[in-house]
């Protein structure tokens, strides 16, 4: 690690304000990307300021059909939030397969979204459901705001301060584990609003999370597994490494989002 | 009754220590003014180092010295050596670098030492470590095993052409050719072993002091081996008398082997220290762990078998390709071919030929790890035993079952280079195929398959050689209260030893294990050790201590015969007491400790204290066995596998705690899985790391592995007074191989007669697909329907 200066304020103004006098800053959520990358020395700031005493950021509610999330919900508190987990069940199970007990303790949902990660669950999540991301900037549609890998439309010096995930009529998130990392090699959330239907995918594709577009029509004609039948995610937009090629990605989209399908047909009781 | 003596699952003694954080890892130990060094490695797997520019970075805050290889080239420091002799291809000695501890005017593998920056703080150092600025002239690079003899590889060492380091055969190849051609059916199947890393999860450490007073170092950090790294620092790095090196080791979070042979960086802590008269301290971070430790394995061959029409095993034929990396380690070509004795495995197979070609290559040396040559060879013969049933349509325990050498035929001689001591093979076969259910297998496996689940099965029969012959050095020193202290050169990082050893004391001496102290290996104390490694410590300390002990009890009776008024012939001892015997006279230890170190009360001439020191060595080596079956479940859209369960029926010879066994054979079950389903070392070929953080490299978690069920049919060892064979690395052994043959056996009905390890899903998904894919899998399930 670099070394660096530490700052932390109460609330969101303070916090942006610091944000805007020091030199290189960079904000420290959960930190569960940001140290281990500090560590490596790969990430480099001067000053570091902990958003960790923002509570205005951790709330959870549920109104209107939109449960709100605030970035500072850790992955634990959202997996364990009865609010959640009755209007989005596949969310609450989505932060709950994240990492490991330590990694949900601590990371939060907005440094996910913040960090955009290609193989993160939370951008499959806020693409399928059409979430508006919540920005110090103005709030920003998910379609928008994931713009590659660990690239976002998040201003300069802006912060998340929470997400509005629109409640589902079905949804299901299906993540085929990277054998090493434990992050999605290919996770796709699958949600229906009436008929229309919107695939998230992430982890597979070379330019980070994104909406598999003509499995979406295919579904939204047919909500059902079949509807995928000869439909082939194309294995150009894949990432390709030493987990798996472009073909064993793109089939394993398919496959995860048959499963996906089939998850959110049979708990909504709507085969 | 002892209640604490051999054969009580005693509750590990050091666990409530470690449990509650207060072990003493040498992370732990700070010395007053003690400054932190950092390594500098090569980014390239293969540069000339023009020069090394430190003249800004020396100047930088809190640095104290930088050092490069050519300073130690100045200051005359060596490498370490192999122990291993061999032969070059052409005849003669190979040719045999040491295992250099920096890079001098070339780096040979990626993550070689270049310079070290020792400073007052870690990230002092690191900073510095940046400024310098190195003229590297980057050269090409073999990577990988299968490039390493390719027309126009690269050389690694031009005194070594086609980087063919070593060529040794074993056995008679006229024999073995004359029985092939007699054979009724021959089986041949090729078999790579992927290249691993250990990761303890205590990574490796070094403590370098150097005490002006007594003009002499001190090292303290994770090793297995303390008083052979003494030796090796002694006599090949600095030249110098052991005795002017002290070496100790307190806890350590795990070895593996891999920290059983010399890495660079205790030496380099020692000599910085020196330099900079202060303690130097070293911690690898687990970055560094996956580029500088000693990998393992990485072996490639191919194996066949001649059987007669009965399928009995004729012959064996076996060739190797070994990957030894940019150097010879202490142990790389031990593993490479000093283990190939294990291609006999439980069979009797009357003749065996065996040819191993080892090669250098870009990459970090090749280090021992959990078996250490053992899996290796098990894993190929266990391999081509089910190749030859695929072909002939036979159960594989059939197979094996033909084969196996019987009760009657121990001690057996193999021919070619064990006598194995005892055990009862078909016996654990058939406890073990009971315990699976391997005879109503199919029946799984058609459920599965309505499932659209490929189900397999996989049986691993293996013998492992155990407690070498190298003599170990012990000592008991009796206190005048009775309470003991226990001292050798092995080493505790994990086995449970402080707990056995006692257990051990306990028994033969009568003293409860809270009067037992377990003293931390230091050469200080004892100027001789072989270390802890090659499953021995039980076997070697259990007769070692009883030997000891016995000593002691002698003396005892002479003492005890003073007190009791008799001669020492007449004085019997039990459970800590001696008793005159038909007589209710009697002392306790402690009473006669007691008097031994009053010399006054002791006859004329008569020594005082009661402590005894000596070395052992033991008859021969020992040969724990078991039969491990392990059963999975692929998913085939997928590629992923799921272990379901997994049996082990074992003969560790007398077990002294049965507990601690178990715990031995799971860690090591989970070791041996971990590499069969998906831990893998990957370089790329410019020799760059690929796989170089738990990010990529494929941990096994405790959640992907099954319950390990582990039966006992123990049968006593011969070669050792009390019959312990061992524990610490059969359980690797044989996970191995059953894990394999279980994922090949999944994939057997797509026509599929071998997969190489590691069966990652995507390995997995892509041996599907060549063999036809799902629809293929449909048609199997429609013709077994
Ligand atoms: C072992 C391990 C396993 C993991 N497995 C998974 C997994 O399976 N799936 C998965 O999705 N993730 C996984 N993660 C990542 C985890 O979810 C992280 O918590 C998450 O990616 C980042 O959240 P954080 O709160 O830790 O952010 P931090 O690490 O603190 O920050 C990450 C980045 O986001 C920025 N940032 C943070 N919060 C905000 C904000 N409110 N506004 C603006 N910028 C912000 C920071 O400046 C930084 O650049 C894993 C992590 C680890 C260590």
Redesign the interface.
């Known amino acids: 690690m670099y070394s660096f200066e530490y700052h932390r304020a109460e609330t969101v103004e303070e916090t942006l304000k610091l944000g805007s006098v020091l030199e290189d800053a960079r904000f420290l959520a959960g930190g569960q990307s940001l140290i281990p990358m500090m560590k490596l020395r790969f990430a480099k700031a001067d000053n570091i300021i902990d958003l960790r005493d923002l509570d205005e950021l951790r709330g959870i509610e549920v109104a209107h059909d939109i449960v709100s999330i605030g970035a500072m919900a850790r992955h634990a508190e959202v997996a364990a939030s009865p609010k959640v987990q009755s209007a989005i069940p596949a969310l609450a199970g989505l932060a709950g397969g994240i990492g490991d007990p330590m990694v949900r303790a601590r990371g939060t949902m907005g440094g996910s979204i913040a960090n955009a990660d290609p193989a993160a669950c939370y951008p499959a999540a806020c693409l399928a459901l059409g979430a508006t991301i919540n920005t110090t900037g103005g709030d920003i549609e998910a379609d928008d705001f994931f713009q590659g890998v660990f690239e976002t439309a998040l201003g300069e010096g802006a912060l998340v301060t929470g997400a509005e995930f629109p409640v589902p009529d079905a949804a299901a998130y299906k993540k085929f584990r990277h054998p090493a990392s434990r992050f999605a090699l290919a996770g796709i959330f699958v949600a229906r609003f009436g008929d229309l239907v919107r695939v998230g995918v992430t982890g597979a594709g070379r330019q980070g999370a994104y909406r598999w577009i003509e499995a979406e029509d295919a579904l939204t004609e047919n909500f059902a597994v079949n509807a995928l039948d000869g439909l082939h995610a194309d294995p150009s937009q894949m990432n390709s490494d030493i987990h798996g090629d472009e073909p064993y990605r793109a089939h394993l989209v398919e496959v995860m989002t048959r499963r996906a399908v089939l998850n959110a047909s049979a708990h909504c009781g709507d085969e | 009754m002892i209640k604490f003596g051999i054969g009580q699952s005693l509750a590990r003694v050091e666990d409530a220590r470690l449990l509650r954080g207060l072990g003493r890892f040498t992370d732990d130990i700070a010395p007053p003014r003690s400054v932190q060094m950092y390594v500098l490695r090569s980014p390239h797997a293969h540069a000339e180092i023009g020069g090394i520019d430190f003249r800004a970075a020396r100047a930088m805050p809190g640095v104290h010295t930088i050092l490069t290889g050519e300073d130690a080239a100045a200051d005359d420091l060596g490498g370490f050596p192999s122990m291993v002799p061999s032969t070059a291809p052409g005849g003669g000695p190979n040719f045999t670098p040491p295992f250099a501890i920096i890079a001098h005017g070339k780096a040979r593998y990626a993550g070689q030492p270049v310079a070290i920056v020792v400073a007052d703080t870690l990230?002092q150092a690191?900073?510095a470590a940046e400024a310098i600025i190195v003229d590297y002239e980057p050269l090409p690079a073999v990577a990988s095993l299968a490039d390493a003899d390719a027309p126009g590889a690269p050389l690694v060492w031009n005194e070594c052409p086609d980087n063919l380091d070593a060529l040794a055969t074993f056995g008679d190849k006229g024999v073995v050719d004359a029985a092939f051609e007699k054979a009724a059916s021959t089986h041949s199947v090729e078999v790579r072993i992927s290249r691993v890393s250990a990761n303890p999860m205590e990574s490796r450490t070094a403590l370098g002091e150097w005490n002006e007073a007594e003009e002499r170092y001190e090292l303290t950090g994770g090793m297995q081996s303390p008083h052979m790294l003494r030796a090796q620092l002694a006599e090949c790095v600095f030249k110098i008398p052991p005795n002017k090196i002290r070496v100790r080791a307190f806890d350590v979070g795990g070895g593996f082997g891999m920290k059983g042979v010399p890495h660079p960086e205790p030496a380099l802590v020692l000599w910085a220290a020196r330099k900079v008269r202060r303690p130097v301290r070293w911690t690898s971070e687990r970055?560094e762990a996956f580029l500088s430790d000693c990998h393992s394995r990485d072996h490639t061959s191919r194996c066949e078998l001649a059987l007669d029409s009965g399928a009995r095993i004729l012959a064996l034929r076996f060739f190797a390709r070994a990957n030894l990396g940019a150097y010879l380690s202490l142990a790389g070509l031990h593993c490479a071919q000093g283990n190939i004795g294990h291609l006999s495995g439980v069979y009797t197979t009357p003749a065996i030929y065996a040819e191993v070609r080892s090669y250098f290559t870009h990459t970090v040396p090749i280090g021992p790890y959990r078996g250490a040559g053992r899996p290796e060879a098990i894993t190929v013969l266990e391999r081509a035993i089910d190749a030859a049933a695929f072909d002939l349509r036979m159960d594989p325990a059939e197979l094996r079952r033909r084969n196996l050498i019987g009760p009657d035929q121990m001690p057996y001689d193999t021919g070619f280079q064990f006598t194995y001591d005892s055990g009862n093979y078909p016996v654990s076969q058939t406890k073990a195929e009971e315990a699976a259910g391997w005879a109503n297998f199919e029946e799984r496996r058609l459920e599965s398959l309505r499932r659209g689940k490929l189900r397999g099965i996989g049986m691993g029969h293996i013998v492992e050689i155990a407690a070498g012959m190298n003599d170990e050095m012990g000592a008991i020193d009796v206190e005048a209260d009775g309470s003991v202290t226990i001292s050798t050169g092995f080493h505790n990082h994990g086995q449970g030893q402080e707990t056995t050893m006692r257990q051990l004391v306990s028994e033969f001496l009568g003293v409860p294990p809270d009067r037992i102290k377990y003293r931390d290996s230091d050469t200080d104390v004892q100027p001789f050790g072989f270390g802890s490694a090659g499953s021995r410590a039980a076997a070697v300390g259990g007769a070692l201590f009883k030997a000891i002990s016995e000593k002691i009890i002698e003396k005892g009776k002479v003492i005890a015969a003073i007190m009791l008024d008799t001669s020492a012939e007449e004085i019997d001892f039990v459970d800590g007491t001696f008793t005159a015997r038909s007589t209710n006279r009697t002392a306790t230890l402690a009473e006669v400790a007691a008097l031994a170190h009053q010399p006054m009360g002791l006859p004329q001439g008569m020594e005082g204290g009661l402590s005894h020191k000596q070395m052992f060595r033991p008859k021969g080596p020992t040969f724990p066995n078991g039969c491990h079956i392990c059963e999975v479940e692929i998913d085939p859209?997928?590629g992923?596998s799921e272990i379901l369960g997994y049996w082990v029926c074992e003969d560790v010879g007398r077990s002294i705690n049965p507990m601690i066994v178990a715990g031995q054979m799971h860690g090591g079950v989970v070791q041996g899985l971990g590499q069969a389903m998906?831990e893998f070392i990957?370089y790329d070929e410019e020799g760059q790391l690929?796989?170089g953080s738990?990010?990529?490299?494929?941990?096994p978690?405790a959640l992907d592995m099954p319950q390990i069920t582990t039966i006992s049919n123990n049968v006593p060892s011969p070669n050792n007074p009390l019959g312990i064979k061992g524990a610490g690395e059969s359980g690797t052994v044989g996970a191995m191989p059953a894990g394999l043959n279980a994922v090949c056996n999944a994939l057997q009905p797509l026509g599929i007669r071998h997969f190489d390890m590691p069966a990652?899903?995507?390995r997995v998904?892509?041996a599907i697909q060549h063999a036809g894919g799902i629809e293929a899998l449909h048609k199997a399930a429609h013709e077994t329907a």
């Open positions: 990230e690191k900073d970055s859209e997928t992923r998906g990957e690929l796989t738990f990010m990529d490299y494929q941990m978690r990652t899903p995507w998904w892509q």
